[in-house]
């Protein structure tokens, strides 16, 4: 009598190293720390703070426009939350990620490759939905005011020079302390 094994895990393993690398992933969308300055030498991350969440400035010229004395409100414009919000995380396209995994898996043709382009493919779309949002506009958004509108010479805001737009990234890693 012979014995002989069979192996029908159906790369049951190399799933498993994959679902744990998914998990271990993080997409990071936005203005990356590494962004530099704007022209003027305010760090883009502080720049777009201000616009995504609104601020005051101190302009003795604008006491009018302010509850403050002496300063300026600048109102928020979300380019980044709202986005996030209008394409729900994006969930559908992470969905679409881990069907393309499974199946690949079913397959038997699965690595970690396959992953990590699954996840930039959600991190461009992520980035291109962002930009796409500051070239439109919202209308919710104020308006902008008078003096800036003619220092610029346009009605658009969160456009000027495109330094916003360009530093508007995505960058995939693997956190470590996930489990």
């Known amino acids: 009598?012979?014995?002989?094994?069979?192996?029908?895990?159906?790369?049951w393993r190399a799933l498993k190293i994959v679902i744990k690398q998914m998990k271990k992933a993080v997409i990071k969308v936005g203005i990356q720390a590494n962004a530099g300055n704007n022209e003027d030498g305010v760090s883009i991350v502080e720049y777009g703070t201000y616009q995504e969440y609104g601020t005051y400035t101190k302009k003795a010229t604008y006491k009018k426009h302010s509850t403050l004395p002496g300063y300026?409100?600048?109102?928020?414009?979300?380019?980044?939350?709202?986005?996030?919000?209008?394409?729900?995380?994006?969930?559908?396209?992470?969905?679409?990620?881990?069907d393309s995994i499974l199946h690949q898996n079913?397959?038997?043709?699965?690595?970690?490759?396959?992953?990590?382009?699954?996840?930039?493919l959600i991190g461009k779309k992520a980035r291109e939905d962002i930009v796409a949002k500051i070239n439109v506009g919202d209308p919710s958004w104020p308006p902008l005011a008078e003096e800036t509108k003619k220092k610029k010479k346009s009605t658009k805001p969160l456009i000027d020079t495109g330094f916003l737009k360009r530093a508007i990234q995505y960058q995939v890693t693997y956190e470590h302390g996930n489990k």
């Open 106 to 120: 079913a397959l038997g043709r699965i690595s970690t490759v396959d992953v990590r382009a699954s996840l930039e």
């Open 1 to 11: 009598m012979s014995l002989s094994i069979i192996d029908k895990d159906k790369d």
């Open 72 to 98: 300026v409100r600048i109102p928020a414009r979300s380019f980044i939350r709202s986005t996030t919000d209008e394409n729900d995380g994006w969930k559908k396209e992470i969905d679409a990620a881990y």
